[in-house]
């Protein structure tokens, strides 16, 4: 497990997992409104891009919001984790296939930089129910707080240039 940086060689492909991440934010909002099961994850690579690093050349910037590729790609992880309960009833979690896969990287640390997904990653693996409510927070906290965040930005901009 190596920690991916984001290069002038590999920043479109940064481009499409943020195309993926929004995509999959869209679903969760319009088709559940919090996790749901089966949402579209997109074919990014949540593991490469969890605790990705920026290695912008000197005076260049990629335009790229990491916090953004983090928490989405946590979240692309713990709709995995979901999924897997909708599923299997949580049986066997973390013996096999992507739940361990996923349990391999909490254990690494490399959930440490999203940290209520982290909550809901470890509780993926004690009971539903615990889980069920720290998804909850994630939701609100990671997917509605980016749309509050981008909301207020347009507004704070617009009122800014009528002035």
């Known amino acids: 497990m190596e920690v991916h940086y984001i290069t002038d060689e590999n920043y479109a492909e940064a481009y499409d997992a943020i195309r993926d991440i929004l995509y999959l934010y869209d679903d969760m909002v319009t088709s559940y409104a919090r996790f749901g099961h089966n949402l579209e994850v997109g074919k990014f690579d949540a593991?490469?891009?969890?605790?990705?690093?920026?290695?912008?050349?000197?005076?260049?910037?990629?335009?790229?919001?990491?916090?953004?590729?983090?928490?989405?790609?946590?979240?692309?992880?713990?709709?995995?984790?979901?999924?897997?309960?909708?599923?299997?009833?949580?049986?066997?979690?973390?013996?096999?296939?992507?739940?361990?896969?996923?349990?391999?990287?909490?254990?690494?640390?490399?959930?440490?930089?999203?940290?209520?997904?982290?909550?809901?990653?470890?509780?993926?693996?004690?009971?539903?129910?615990?889980?069920?409510n720290s998804l909850e927070q994630v939701y609100h906290n990671y997917v509605i707080g980016y749309y509050q965040t981008r909301l207020n930005d347009g507004i704070t901009s617009r009122s800014s240039k009528s002035r």
């Open 47 to 132: 593991f490469r891009y969890l605790s990705a690093v920026l290695d912008e050349p000197l005076g260049y910037t990629f335009g790229i919001d990491l916090d953004l590729i983090h928490k989405g790609s946590a979240i692309a992880l713990l709709c995995h984790l979901s999924d897997y309960w909708d599923e299997f009833e949580g049986k066997e979690i973390g013996k096999s296939g992507i739940t361990k896969r996923i349990k391999n990287y909490l254990d690494s640390g490399l959930f440490d930089c999203v940290e209520l997904a982290k909550k809901a990653a470890i509780a993926a693996y004690r009971n539903e129910t615990e889980m069920r």
